[in-house]
């Protein structure tokens, strides 16, 4: 049976626990000269440092919504503006996004920086879709993705049907001659049926609309017109000059195709800029509520501290008296 033992400590005698292993003993010493003797103090600088984090993330934030504030300002104007260079070719080639194409080329639009909601996300939701619908023995389906984003996101499931990325695409402010010239380079290295251009299209500061365009090669308008419905009129024209009506059809789903490109990518470029508002005003708004919290915790750590400390003088002051 385990009892109890005395050591004399200079005029002290001091009771011991019964004997255990000398490891056990260290380990139990160190713990205690490594325990901090104040609790509450630490644990109201650690609430401390965390209001000072949550203050920098705060400012952090605020500028990052006004700086996309100041930039979506710049691109609306001519985001609207471009609208006007790809609605007269739908007017005369028509948007069928369900004709029957060999070899879909989607065209997926995103961007190259974070931290602005769900929007990359949405193109690349759209474009496994439309991928997947256009599936068959007979049908090829390739990638044409514009921004980091989409390319980080594709790359995991589809990197074998990748066939060109662009990157740091709004890095220098666009015009429509960078986009043309990207343009030509997609149509030199694809061979297509269809062209199919997945883009978010600005509304709102919160609002954006996934939109699929479609771009018929020369051989589909040929065939849809001859067949008649929406492309039938194309009949009726007359061509001048001698050029044929190839040609023609050539030069015209040349010029859509980076007219509908340029109008993706400035409606994307708002679309990012208004979602990057909208999730920063979100991230203020609650790191406020969070140094509200914070705050509330401060104040009652060291109210409590405040008052345990007032209860031991009270305590210490009785028993003096006592």
């Given at each position: 049976?385990?009892?109890?033992?005395?050591?004399?400590?200079?005029?002290?005698?001091?009771?011991?626990?019964?004997?255990q292993p000398m490891a056990a003993l260290r380990s139990s010493l160190i713990?205690?000269?490594?325990?901090?003797?104040?609790?509450?103090?630490?644990?109201?600088?650690?609430?401390?440092?965390?209001?000072?984090?949550?203050?920098?993330?705060?400012?952090?934030?605020?500028?990052?919504?006004?700086?996309?504030?100041?930039?979506?300002?710049?691109?609306?104007?001519?985001?609207?503006?471009?609208?006007?260079?790809?609605?007269?070719?739908?007017?005369?080639?028509?948007?069928?996004?369900?004709?029957?194409?060999?070899?879909?080329?989607?065209?997926?639009?995103?961007?190259?920086?974070?931290?602005?909601?769900?929007?990359?996300?949405?193109?690349?939701?759209?474009?496994?879709?439309?991928?997947?619908?256009?599936?068959?023995?007979?049908?090829?389906?390739?990638?044409?993705?514009?921004?980091?984003?989409?390319?980080?996101?594709?790359?995991?499931?589809?990197?074998?049907?990748?066939?060109?990325?662009?990157?740091?695409?709004?890095?220098?402010?666009?015009?429509?001659?960078?986009?043309?010239?990207?343009?030509?380079?997609?149509?030199?290295?694809?061979?297509?049926?269809?062209?199919?251009?997945?883009?978010?299209?600005?509304?709102?500061?919160?609002?954006?609309?996934?939109?699929?365009?479609?771009?018929?090669?020369?051989?589909?308008?040929?065939?849809?017109?001859?067949?008649?419905?929406?492309?039938?009129?194309?009949?009726?024209?007359?061509?001048?000059?001698?050029?044929?009506?190839?040609?023609?059809?050539?030069?015209?789903?040349?010029?859509?195709?980076?007219?509908?490109?340029?109008?993706?990518?400035?409606?994307?470029?708002?679309?990012?800029?208004?979602?990057?508002?909208?999730?920063?005003?979100?991230?203020?708004?609650?790191?406020?509520?969070?140094?509200?919290?914070?705050?509330?915790?401060?104040?009652?750590?060291?109210?409590?501290?405040?008052?345990?400390?007032?209860?031991?003088?009270?305590?210490?002051?009785?028993?003096?008296?006592?």
């Amino acid at each position: 049976m385990a009892m109890a033992v005395l050591r004399r400590e200079g005029r002290r005698f001091a009771p011991l626990v019964s004997p255990q292993p000398m490891a056990a003993l260290r380990s139990s010493l160190i713990a205690e000269e490594q325990t901090p003797q104040d609790v509450r103090c630490i644990s109201t600088q650690v609430v401390r440092n965390r209001m000072k984090s949550v203050k920098s993330i705060q400012k952090i934030t605020k500028a990052m919504k006004m700086v996309a504030a100041s930039k979506l300002r710049a691109i609306q104007t001519r985001a609207e503006n471009s609208r006007g260079l790809w609605q007269p070719f739908t007017a005369l080639l028509g948007d069928i996004p369900s004709v029957d194409a060999k070899k879909n080329v989607i065209v997926t639009v995103s961007s190259d920086k974070g931290l602005c909601g769900g929007i990359n996300s949405t193109s690349v939701k759209i474009s496994k879709a439309v991928h997947k619908l256009n599936s068959g023995p007979d049908k090829e389906r390739k990638y044409v993705i514009l921004g980091e984003k989409a390319k980080a996101q594709l790359v995991r499931d589809s990197k074998k049907d990748i066939e060109i990325t662009i990157t740091e695409l709004q890095k220098n402010p666009l015009n429509y001659t960078q986009v043309a010239v990207l343009a030509d380079d997609i149509l030199k290295n694809v061979e297509y049926d269809a062209l199919r251009i997945i883009f978010n299209k600005f509304q709102s500061v919160v609002s954006f609309l996934p939109t699929v365009s479609t771009v018929l090669s020369p051989e589909i308008v040929e065939r849809e017109s001859e067949a008649g419905g929406k492309l039938g009129e194309l009949d009726s024209y007359e061509i001048e000059g001698g050029e044929t009506k190839s040609e023609v059809l050539q030069n015209l789903a040349e010029f859509q195709f980076s007219c509908v490109l340029f109008n993706a990518v400035l409606e994307n470029a708002c679309s990012e800029q208004g979602a990057r508002m909208s999730a920063m005003d979100s991230s203020s708004r609650n790191a406020g509520e969070m140094l509200d919290r914070l705050t509330l915790t401060y104040n009652r750590t060291r109210q409590a501290s405040i008052t345990t400390e007032l209860i031991e003088i009270i305590s210490g002051a009785s028993a003096l008296k006592g």
